[in-house]
């Protein structure tokens, strides 16, 4: 499984772009990037996942290079609601496969007012 | 979206004591289910992967009998802490991932505390 590397911790204010990179060098050809969303005594929500470029749904954008080795969690106009621990995860695409999911360390994120 | 439940939300139990927690997937059929545990302010680390019909496949350092745990159905999984002690108090989460579909469905969780 490829190893994921996020930071530990990130601060931002109630309406600014949020950007969380996490590294994924040794990814493989079938792999899939997910990040979820975990609140405190909740479990993991899904947020988002991609392959190669960009995927944008109604709460994140996906950003991922070509070479893939990388990729970026925007979320937009953050709010108080959006701390949380956000996990990058990267498998094989589960389709019928045998994809698990492991967690990496995750980045805290806190909102300011 | 697909929902996956958990029972109980949280346990209080006295050491030596057996729990049982399940994981039931509401709307979908589960062929794999994932048990999870949790401590404060850590991941969450992958417990076993739970197979219907079929053994579970435990992760390297889990007591298999110890955290026993059983996929009678397409739709339900279920975890039993044997002989619970302290050290077992925990956040345990389950997660399914619906049969032909990529996505991962988490249960709420389940607190664990042993006393």
């Known amino acids: 499984l490829a190893k994921t590397t996020q930071p530990i911790s990130m601060d931002s204010y109630e309406g600014q772009e949020v950007n969380i990179t996490c590294s994924h060098n040794?990814?493989?050809?079938?792999?899939?990037i997910t990040w979820y969303q975990q609140f405190p005594s909740q479990g993991p929500r899904f947020i988002i996942q991609g392959y190669k470029t960009k995927v944008t749904n109604e709460v994140a954008s996906l950003f991922i290079p070509a070479d893939r080795k990388s990729s970026t969690l925007s979320l937009p106009r953050v709010s108080l609601s959006d701390t949380a621990v956000y996990y990058c995860l990267v498998g094989e695409h589960a389709s019928g496969g045998s994809y698990i999911p492991t967690f990496g360390r995750g980045t805290s994120l806190i909102v300011h007012p | 979206g697909a929902v996956v439940s958990q029972h109980p939300s949280r346990v209080i139990c006295k050491s030596g004591t057996s729990v049982k927690i399940e994981c039931r997937s509401l709307d979908f059929q589960a062929t794999t289910m994932f048990w999870y545990r949790q401590f404060p302010k850590k991941s969450l680390m992958l417990m076993a992967t739970?197979?219907?019909?079929?053994?579970?496949?435990?992760e390297q350092g889990v007591e298999k009998d110890k955290f026993l745990i059983n996929h009678a159905s397409l739709t339900l999984s279920t975890l039993t802490v044997t002989s619970a002690h302290p050290e077992d108090s925990s956040f345990y989460i389950c997660?399914?991932?619906?049969?032909?579909?990529?996505?991962?469905?988490f249960g709420p969780g389940t607190r664990l505390t042993v006393t």
């Open positions: 040794n990814i493989a050809t079938n792999d899939y």
């Open positions: 739970s197979n219907e019909g079929s053994k579970a496949t435990y």
């Open positions: 997660s399914a991932r619906e049969d032909g579909s990529y996505e991962q469905y």
